[in-house]
């Protein structure tokens, strides 16, 4: 009766030693898809005044106007801006 108990305990001690590698195994694996940025290279966003869109300062499309920097994301909403200016 107690080795029957001490089995049953083992055979679930194992069963979680694997769970816990496996979920871990997972875990990395996930990680290394998507990697997260280094703190120094997190990108700056602007926003586009003509439809509301952010996007990455080095991705935009960029205009000085009347002394203020102007962004833009594509060559549509600069053409928009530039009509109802």
Known sequence: MLGGLFRL???AFVVY???VIVRLAR???KA???PRPEAGGQKVLVK???CGTYLPRE???HEVRDGRDVYFCSENCRRKSRTAS
Request: aromatic letters at 6%; hydrophobic letters at 65%.
């Open 48 to 50: 586009d005044e003509v």
């Open 32 to 34: 290394a898809r998507n």
């Open 27 to 29: 875990a990395l694996k």
């Open 17 to 19: 030693i694997v769970f």
């Open 59 to 61: 991705e935009a499309l």
């Open 9 to 11: 305990l083992l055979i």
